[in-house]
């Protein structure tokens, strides 16, 4: 089992940045790529980035030039995913994503609004 536990959401005004963090417990050995999926309000649960344990990343187009994914070298077990140039249609509530084959284990979610 993988535990999975997000941090660093709030409200920001259009423009503004935030920095979501995404701490893994448990059994993390041979996590082979974490990621940040977003779910607006009567919308499908998408994609925001992932990365993979060999440090390739992937960005929605929506978020490309704006958002990054990395990891702390110094603690495998957690991901970040700082966000930039904020827009209204950012909010969301923001999950994280851990694919430890071939289970898929998902945190919390913490909410981000984007708001002026």
């Known amino acids: 089992q993988v535990q999975l536990v997000e941090s660093g959401g709030g409200s920001v005004q259009p423009g503004g940045s935030l920095r979501l963090s995404c701490a893994a417990s448990g059994n993390i050995f041979s996590i082979n790529a974490m990621g940040w999926y977003r779910q607006a309000p009567g919308k499908q649960r998408e994609l925001v980035a992932t990365?993979?344990?060999?440090?390739?990343?992937?960005y929605a187009d929506s978020v490309k030039g704006r958002f990054s994914i990395s990891r702390d070298n110094a603690k495998t077990n957690t991901v970040y995913l700082q966000m930039n140039s904020l827009k209204p249609e950012d909010t969301a509530v923001y999950y994280c994503?851990?694919?430890?084959?071939?289970?898929?284990?998902w945190g919390q979610g913490t909410q981000v609004t984007v708001s002026s």
């Open positions: 994503k851990a694919y430890k084959w071939p289970t898929n284990y």
């Open positions: 990365i993979t344990s060999g440090g390739t990343t992937n």
